[in-house]
């Protein structure tokens, strides 16, 4: 579904979130806050005097030094708080005792206290006395029942000898509708967080949805689609010396136009024709989606494939690198391939044998090679490996290949190979080198300057069956790869499209039979 895309759903996703968390926090604040709650923090727990245990060691006078039940004292300052949001009376206080908490020091006594309030809460001060329950024995000391407003404190600095810094202390007692919990520890000047923790999580949650949708608005590509965009399904099939270019075109078809697939199958100019002649004969009605792409015109007798004429496509000889020659006449390429070289060494090259790798018959590349430099076709095959002869009388080894990448990697690997590819590939692989033409060299560059004599060049076709309707994907993908974004991709790959100033003339219909 065209709504159910990447933005849409992060966008109805914060939205969701949003309406949740605003509910959430609706309830949160009717009903969590609305408890009574006392927090307490210790904020200082300090060792006075020579106290190794702790490793705190202070220097010390008076009363710390003198009096022997003082020599481990340490001070204390506790901050107790009303951090709910409803004020704590005195009878909010649910114990048995006069007293209302009570605070509890582990492995400590208490020796002594003082009380402190902020300004403007001097009224506190009223409760801390014996009478209200204010008091210690041992490692307890014993807090009023201290009415207190919302947001409001008192500190009590405890004075302890018995037992080091550290140990557990905690604050018991009952409230009722509320509860008495332990806060963070904190320092004397801290100031309690303005949110709670769970608006602040929400808070973060909603601004990273936020600011992802943003991101994908601003970074998405809102560029339309290419005019006439179809969906479905499409086989192109036929040249392998062009399958890169048409793999990757339909790879960026697919990205531009959603709901296409387009799959290429490339086994050979000649049985790609051949192929979609026989799929449109045996169609009941329409055209088939099926693109044969071929080096060259199709063979005579298939009136009803229809052609586009794509691109002009170089061709390459290629040799191993052992042989070093650049260049040769076109009659000497047509001495070799009719099995009149069998040394390199009789044109100026290296004592090796000359083993020819060509392709099969269905190659739209050999056929292009037969009709533009052999002038004729090529001898007879002689060899399975491309380096032993399979016929004893045979001039030459010779062997044929189903694919350019074959060719190229044969040639490379075989000493005294020769053969021949599509410019681009064999411009990419290693292990040999391009051969010049009567001193042309192969170049797409030189045909746009108008310097059209290297011979081994051809129109690229694209046929279907028939004329396909405007809407379907054949029409589309072809328009694409011949008019539309496609041709960038014809250019990168090395081809000089015919919709180019220059490609317009090469491709004109005469240019077959030059």
């Given at each position: 579904?065209?709504?159910l895309?990447t933005?849409?759903?992060?966008?109805?996703?914060?939205?969701?979130?949003?309406?949740?968390?605003?509910?959430?926090?609706?309830?949160?604040?009717?009903?969590?806050?609305?408890?009574?709650?006392v927090?307490?923090?210790?904020?200082?727990d300090?060792?006075?005097?020579d106290?190794a245990?702790s490793?705190?060691?202070?220097?010390?006078?008076?009363l710390?030094?003198?009096?022997?039940?003082?020599?481990?004292a340490?001070?204390?300052l506790?901050?107790?708080?009303?951090?709910g949001?409803?004020?704590?009376?005195?009878n909010?206080?649910?114990?048995?005792e006069l007293?209302?908490?009570?605070?509890?020091?582990?492995?400590?006594t208490?020796r002594?206290?003082?009380?402190?309030?902020?300004?403007g809460?001097?009224h506190?001060?009223?409760?801390?006395?014996p009478?209200?329950?204010?008091?210690?024995?041992?490692?307890?000391?014993r807090?009023?029942?201290?009415?207190?407003?919302?947001?409001?404190?008192?500190?009590?600095?405890?004075?302890?000898?018995g037992?080091?810094?550290?140990?557990?202390?905690?604050?018991?007692?009952?409230?009722r509708?509320?509860?008495v919990?332990?806060?963070?520890?904190?320092?004397?000047?801290?100031k309690?967080?303005?949110?709670s923790?769970?608006?602040?999580?929400?808070?973060?949650?909603?601004?990273v949805?936020?600011?992802?949708l943003a991101?994908?608005?601003v970074?998405?590509?809102?560029?339309?689609?290419?005019?006439?965009?179809a969906?479905?399904t499409?086989?192109?099939t036929?040249?392998?010396?062009?399958?890169?270019?048409?793999?990757e075109?339909?790879a960026?078809?697919?990205?531009?136009?959603?709901?296409s697939?387009?799959?290429?199958?490339a086994?050979?100019?000649?049985?790609?024709?051949?192929e979609?002649?026989?799929?449109?004969?045996?169609?009941?009605?329409?055209?088939?989606a099926?693109?044969?792409?071929?080096?060259?015109?199709?063979?005579?007798?298939?009136p009803?494939?229809?052609?586009?004429?794509?691109a002009?496509?170089?061709?390459a000889?290629v040799?191993?690198?052992?042989?070093?020659?650049?260049?040769?006449?076109t009659?000497?390429?047509?001495?070799?391939?009719?099995?009149?070289?069998t040394n390199?060494?009789?044109?100026?090259?290296?004592?090796?044998?000359?083993?020819?790798?060509?392709?099969?018959?269905?190659?739209?590349?050999?056929?292009v090679f037969?009709?533009r430099?052999?002038?004729?076709?090529?001898?007879?095959n002689?060899?399975r490996?491309c380096?032993h002869?399979?016929d004893?009388?045979?001039?030459?080894?010779?062997c044929?290949?189903?694919?350019?990448e074959?060719?190229?990697?044969?040639?490379?690997?075989?000493?005294?190979?020769?053969g021949?590819?599509?410019?681009?590939?064999?411009?990419?692989?290693?292990?040999?080198?391009?051969?010049?033409?009567?001193g042309h060299?192969?170049?797409?560059?030189?045909?746009?300057?108008?310097?059209?004599?290297y011979?081994?060049?051809?129109?690229?076709?694209?046929?279907?069956y028939?004329?396909p309707?405007?809407d379907?994907?054949?029409s589309s993908?072809?328009?694409?790869l011949?008019?539309g974004n496609?041709?960038?991709?014809?250019?990168?790959?090395?081809?000089?499209?015919?919709?180019t100033p220059?490609g317009?003339?090469?491709?004109?219909?005469?240019?077959?039979?030059?």
């Open positions: 579904m065209d709504w895309s933005e849409n759903v992060v966008a109805v996703g914060t939205a969701l979130l949003g309406i949740a968390a605003s509910g959430v926090m609706l309830w949160y604040e009717r009903r969590v806050p609305r408890r009574k709650r927090g307490y923090r210790v904020q200082m300090n060792a006075i005097g106290d245990s490793g705190r060691a202070n220097r010390r006078l008076g710390f030094d003198e009096a022997p039940v003082m020599s481990d340490t001070l204390v506790l901050r107790i708080e009303n951090d949001s409803q004020g704590i009376a005195d909010d206080y649910t114990g048995r007293h209302g908490l009570t605070a509890e020091f582990t492995d400590r208490v002594g206290v003082s009380v402190t309030q902020p300004a809460s001097v506190l001060m009223d409760h801390f006395t009478a209200a329950g204010f008091g210690y024995t041992g490692n307890t000391l807090i009023p029942r201290v009415p207190l407003n919302p947001r409001e404190h008192f500190k009590l600095l405890v004075l302890l000898s037992g080091d810094v550290g140990r557990p202390i905690r604050i018991v007692g009952g409230i509708d509320g509860e919990h332990p806060n963070r520890s904190a320092t004397p000047d801290d309690p967080p303005l949110f923790r769970a608006a602040r999580t929400i808070t973060v949650v909603l601004t949805c936020v600011l992802t991101v994908l608005v970074a998405r590509d809102d560029s339309p689609p290419p005019i006439g965009c969906r479905g499409l086989t192109v036929g040249s392998t010396a062009f399958a890169p270019t048409v793999r075109a339909a960026k078809y697919e990205r531009d136009c959603g709901g697939t387009v799959t290429v199958d086994h050979g100019s000649t049985a790609g024709v051949r979609l002649a026989g799929l449109g004969a045996q169609a009941k009605q329409g055209s088939p099926v693109i044969a792409v071929s080096d060259g015109a199709k063979p005579p007798g298939l009803d494939l229809a052609e586009n004429r794509v002009v496509v170089v061709f000889l040799v191993n690198d052992d042989v070093r020659l650049r260049n040769l006449s009659a000497d390429v047509r001495r070799l391939y009719r099995g009149q070289i390199w060494r009789q044109l100026g090259g290296p004592d090796l044998p000359v083993r020819l790798v060509s392709r099969d018959a269905n190659s739209g590349t050999r056929q037969q009709r430099v052999l002038g004729r076709g090529e001898i007879a002689s060899s490996d380096v002869k399979d004893a009388t045979a001039p030459v080894v010779r044929e290949l189903d694919a350019t074959q060719v190229l990697s044969t040639v490379a690997q075989v000493p005294g190979g020769v021949y590819s599509e410019l681009t590939l064999a411009e990419d692989a290693k292990g040999l080198h391009l051969l010049k033409l009567d060299t192969p170049s797409v560059e030189a045909l746009e300057r108008g310097d059209g004599d011979p081994y060049r051809e129109i690229e076709y694209a046929y279907t028939g004329r309707p405007a379907t994907l054949v993908f072809l328009t694409y011949s008019r496609g041709l960038d991709v014809v250019r990168t790959h090395g081809h000089l499209p015919c919709e220059e317009l003339k090469l491709c004109a219909p005469n240019e077959t039979d030059t």
